[in-house]
């Protein structure tokens, strides 16, 4: 498979991974801090909303509708969300995208893409950049 369409597929799965972590620590706040961790992670998880379809338009685009198999996009998002699961911290979900994001960066240099994608791949990465810093305030430092 082409590196760049690789990378590019990886990074929507862990958008959609984080999307589903994001969403489900939503329905799973509660406690003392219920209201603020509640609104927070609804804000994380809309977020994702916008990224999800515009890769996935960044790619139809790129490589051709058909790169966008359902089956395909739902497994890998799943192998992404059983990591994930391993170390279920909400800064670990921010990290293991922009993980993904910094791949997906270098494959885009390689291989030379319109300057409109890079920038996408580019901001997704500032905008969980800013997630990290909310969520390392919330819930403490570095999973690592």
């Known amino acids: 498979m082409n590196p760049q369409l690789s990378a590019m597929l990886y990074l929507w799965a862990k958008l959609r991974m984080a999307h589903h972590l994001y969403w489900t620590l939503h329905w799973q706040a509660k406690g003392?801090?219920?209201q603020g961790d509640h609104t927070l992670f609804g804000d994380l998880y809309e977020a994702r909303i916008h990224e999800i379809d515009g890769l996935a338009e960044l790619i139809a685009g790129h490589f051709g509708s058909?790169?966008?198999d359902p089956v395909r996009a739902w497994a890998m998002a799943q192998e992404c969300i059983t990591s994930a699961v391993s170390a279920p911290?909400?800064?670990?979900?921010?990290?293991?995208v922009l993980e993904a994001v910094e791949a997906?960066?270098?494959?885009?240099m390689e291989g030379?893409?319109?300057?409109?994608?890079?920038?996408?791949?580019?901001d997704v990465g500032t905008h969980h950049l800013k997630d990290l810093y909310k969520l390392q305030q919330r819930f403490g430092?570095?999973?690592k």
Do not use: H, R
């Not at 911290?89 to 293991?96: C, D, H, L, R």
């Not at 997906?104 to 885009?108: I, L």
């Open 104 to 108: 997906a960066n270098e494959a885009c």
């Open 141 to 143: 430092a570095l999973s």
């Open 112 to 122: 030379k893409f319109p300057a409109g994608t890079t920038n996408f791949i580019s």
């Open 66 to 68: 058909a790169q966008l």
């Open 89 to 96: 911290t909400p800064v670990a979900i921010a990290e293991m």
């Open 32 to 34: 003392p801090s219920f």
